[in-house]
């Protein structure tokens, strides 16, 4: 209780003007929403980033980042506060600038997972809010947790998964928000990784496919100028040998052996180079000998 101390908690019943207008429309909607902070505005596109919980460097990634492109581009971004993805969305989208809004599956005074205080903290501060149809002091109980991702799904336009299982969470948010008729957009990955293949099937059965954060700005009619591919050697400076090894990576980890042999260096000059890149901001080591690219 010591997070709110300062804060108060309101409560918006269904019939009163500040409940969401999204929420109104749609059946099965909480009587009352209790919440931290506001609501989203209902003039503003709004797109819910949801994901696994135990997800991969490359799932973190890509949740910051399509986070942060969004809300940058003046998109409100919805989540449940999770660890994993959820959180990496929440992250981007407080370093974009626009609003970001939590979905909780408990009252709106505990914070949890702990592992998120500091988002929880910075929502408010930052004019987001924090949500919950539970009453101030109810813990989180098994089935709170799908029952709010109704809340999440009708709170956006559209539903990005970024990181799913067969059999998850995220896929439930999913079906909430085809039967709310929203649009799904999944984030593609490897076809042999367990992580994927609830996108792969939300994709296989219908869903968007999110190869970039730009396209989802067309289900607003918005636009970006697409950036210039950082991997060009004339924005880097990179001397031949470093742009060689900065081209084997991506944001998917990259094993050092594999580096070698796309490279045809030898051990200690691969691992040399790797060090300068590390050095110069350009590459992370996210495991032993695993590397990204960092954009």
């Not at 009163?16 to 209790?34: D, F, N, T």
């Amino acid at each position: 209780m010591e997070e709110i101390q300062q804060t108060r908690i309101r409560c918006a019943r269904k019939d009163s003007g500040v409940y969401p207008a999204r929420l109104k429309e749609l059946p099965g909607m909480p009587k009352q929403l209790y919440y931290i902070g506001s609501f989203p505005d209902d003039a503003k596109p709004t797109a819910a980033i949801v994901g696994a919980r135990l997800c991969s460097p490359y799932g973190r990634i890509q949740a910051f980042n399509y986070g942060k492109f969004l809300s940058e581009h003046g998109v409100q971004v919805i989540s449940g506060m999770a660890a994993g993805i959820d959180a990496e969305g929440h992250k981007g989208a407080l370093e974009g600038g626009t609003p970001t809004f939590a979905v909780l599956g408990n009252g709106v005074d505990i914070c949890y997972p702990s592992s998120s205080r500091g988002i929880y903290r910075r929502i408010p501060e930052k004019n987001g809010g924090i949500i919950s149809e539970y009453e101030p002091g109810t813990k989180g109980r098994a089935y709170y947790f799908p029952a709010r991702n109704r809340i999440i799904s009708g709170l956006a336009d559209l539903v990005l998964v970024v990181e799913a299982k067969e059999k998850s969470g995220s896929l439930i948010t999913a079906a909430c928000a085809l039967e709310q008729g929203k649009m799904v957009y999944a984030i593609p990955g490897a076809v042999n990784d367990a992580l994927s293949r609830g996108c792969h099937k939300l994709i296989y059965d219908g869903a968007g496919i999110a190869y970039s954060p730009e396209i989802l700005l067309d289900e607003w009619g918005l636009s970006v100028k697409k950036k210039t591919n950082l991997s060009e050697k004339s924005k880097l400076g990179l001397a031949t040998d470093l742009d060689l090894v900065y081209s084997c990576l991506d944001l998917r980890p990259k094993n050092l052996d594999h580096i070698i042999r796309k490279t045809g260096f030898s051990p200690g000059k691969t691992a040399g180079i790797l060090g300068q890149l590390i050095l110069m901001g350009l590459v992370k080591e996210t495991g032993r000998q695993y590397y990204i690219r960092l954009e």
